[in-house]
Structure formats: structure tokens, C-alpha cells
T-cell receptor
Framework: GAGVSQSPSNKVTEKGKDVELRCDPI?????LYWYRQSLGQGLEFLIY????????KSGLPSDRFSAERTGGSVSTLTIQRTQQEDSAVYLC???????????????FGPGTRLTVL | QKEVEQDPGPLSVPEGAIVSLNCTYS??????FMWYRQYSRKGPELLMY????GNKEDGRFTAQVDKSSKYISLFIRDSQPSDSATYLC???????????FGTGTRLTIIP
């Protein structure tokens, strides 16, 4: 079946421009997550959605970052007034309800590589 | 200091060798421990997870958790060139959706 898809796969933008990154989760997955992966930094949690609600936005690095999810499916991560330090791979993951062991398995998309010039 | 520390490598071993990958952590609330494998230009994929302390085996892979030492390990037996990837540890407290990742160890298996 289809996995998590993200678009675009690559995005080059100029400093100060706004960008939108899209995530299509696996059909039927109720939870959706955004992470950022920078060189040498590992994956950094940004935000988590359960349905269309975002109970945990604690990882968003500044108010230039926002995300929404509509219809319990597609999510968009928006970065306003991009800065060079925003350059990274932005990964999306989705999961079903909590599994037997009390933990969700997160399935990741291939990511969007963002370069801010 | 980061909550999760992982040696970034790179680590190169000959085919057939046993590989040992490790992470240390500082947050005693962590209860679930996971290992993800990430091939170049791909998203991470879950290899194994364990709850609390103990060992778990799945084919050539064994995950170990020592909560008293705040230390987790992933062993790969009979390593194959297809195991060449970046391995990331991740962990979370019970009932928490936020995974905290290590920086990843880049592994190369030499044929």
C-alpha cells in the first residue's frame, strides 16, 4: 500500500520568502508528526496532530513556523520569512492508535529537503 | 547536554562482522526505546522497539536496554552490505507522543 508522501521533495528558496511543505499520511492513520533533520543534529520533533488538533506544538522553533491539518488527513507545514538556519530536511510521519505495547509505530515519509539561500 | 547521546561514527566493518551500536540518555522517564534505520535520501524506518529493560531479538538484530545505566544497544549479527545505513535510536516516556532521537550512527559494511 501507499506510504507517507511528502511534497515537494526538494525546495530552494530565498531568505525572507515563505514556504509550504505538504504531507499526505497513510490512509486511516489518525496521528501525524513533523520533524526536522539537520546535519549533525538528528531528528528534532516539531509538532504532533491527533486528528485535526495539535496537542503538542512544543517543538516549533519560532512563531515563523506553523502547521495545520485538515480533514484528519493532509497536513501543511508553513515557514514564514525563511532564514538560512531553516535549511534542513523536514520529515513527516503518521501512525495508527496506540499499539498493544502502548506505543505508536511512526511511519516516515521521504522528507522535503529545504535550502534557504 | 543532549537528552540522548549517540556516536555519529562513521563506523566501517567488514561483511559478516558483529556490529554494536549504542546510545546513552539522561531522562529517567524514558520507557520506550526504538531503533530506526535510515538509508540515504529516505525517511527512517522502525527496526525494533523495546519497553523498559531487557533484550529483544528479531532475526539478525538484538536490542538491549539497561535502564540502570541509561544505556541502550543494537547488535547486528552476520552484517551485510545492505545493512549500510544510518541507525538512529529514539525514546519516549510512557503515553508521550514525542520521540527524542539520537543524532544517528552512519554504518558502512564493507564487502
Amino acid at each position: 500500500g501507499a506510504g507517507v508522501s511528502q511534497s515537494p521533495s526538494n525546495k530552494v528558496t530565498e531568505k525572507g520568502k515563505d514556504v509550504e511543505l505538504r504531507c499526505d499520511p497513510i490512509s486511516g492513520h489518525t496521528a501525524l508528526y513533523w520533524y526536522r533533520q539537520s546535519l549533525g543534529q538528528g531528528l528534532e520533533f516539531l509538532i504532533y496532530f491527533q486528528g485535526n488538533s495539535a496537542p503538542d506544538k512544543s517543538g516549533l522553533p519560532s512563531d515563523r513556523f506553523s502547521a495545520e491539518r485538515t480533514g484528519g488527513s493532509v497536513s501543511t507545514l508553513t515557514i514564514q520569512r525563511t532564514q538560512q538556519e531553516d535549511s534542513a530536511v523536514y520529515l513527516c510521519a503518521s501512525s495508527l492508535e496506540v499499539g498493544l505495547a502502548g506505543v505508536r509505530t511512526q511511519y516516515f515519509g521521504p522528507g522535503t529537503r529545504l535550502t534557504v539561500l | 547536554q543532549k537528552e540522548v547521546e549517540q556516536d555519529p561514527g562513521p563506523l566501517s566493518v567488514p561483511e559478516g562482522a558483529i556490529v554494536s551500536l549504542n546510545c546513552t540518555y539522561s531522562n529517567s522517564a524514558f520507557q520506550y526505546f526504538m531503533w530506526y534505520r535510515q538509508y540515504s535520501r529516505k525517511g527512517p524506518e522502525l527496526l525494533m522497539y523495546t519497553y523498559s529493560s531487557g533484550n529483544k531479538e528479531d532475526g539478525r538484530f538484538t536490542a538491549q536496554v539497561d535502564k540502570s545505566s541509561k544505556y541502550i544497544s543494537l547488535f547486528i549479527r552476520d552484517s551485510q552490505p545492505s545493512d549500510s545505513a544510518t541507525y538512529l535510536c529514539a525514546m519516549t516516556p510512557f503515553g508521550n507522543e514525542k520521540l527524542t532521537f539520537g543524532t544517528g550512527t552512519r554504518l558502512t559494511i564493507i564487502p
